[in-house]
């Protein structure tokens, strides 16, 4: 079992800034990708960015260049910096952790509770 804690959401104003942590604990052995997911209300699930391993990165169109993803492999972290917010980016944002098997299943693929982020006007 893989666990997911998550921590950092608020409330900020348009233009602010927020950074998201996420803690993975229990089974982990070696993660292979860790990211942000985010779901506003009435809306899909979506990738907000992802981070390999090997520190290559994957971002939304919508937060390129606003949001930035890091990871420490050793303590099972992963960060998101968000800045320059928008009352677009208001979503519970979920953290997500994952390993392959070498046939291309899971052997876990973990989510945390979400947490609140929500840009005012």
């Known amino acids: 079992q893989v666990q997911l804690g998550e921590s950092g959401g608020g409330l900020v104003h348009n233009g602010g800034s927020l950074r998201l942590s996420c803690s993975a604990s229990?089974?982990?052995?070696?993660?292979?990708?860790m990211g942000w997911y985010r779901q506003a209300p009435g809306k899909q699930r979506e990738l907000v960015a992802a981070?390999?391993?090997?520190?290559?990165?994957n971002y939304a169109d919508s937060v390129k260049g606003r949001f930035t993803i890091s990871r420490d492999n050793a303590k099972n972290t992963v960060d998101l910096q968000m800045s320059s917010l928008k009352p677009e980016d208001t979503a519970v944002y979920y953290c997500?952790?994952?390993?392959?098997?070498?046939?291309?299943?899971?052997?876990?693929?973990?989510w945390g509770q979400g947490t609140q982020v929500t840009v005012s006007s």
């Open positions: 981070i390999t391993n090997g520190g290559r990165t």
């Open positions: 229990g089974s982990i052995f070696s993660i292979d990708v």
């Open positions: 997500n952790a994952r390993k392959s098997t070498w046939y291309g299943s899971y052997e876990y693929d973990a």
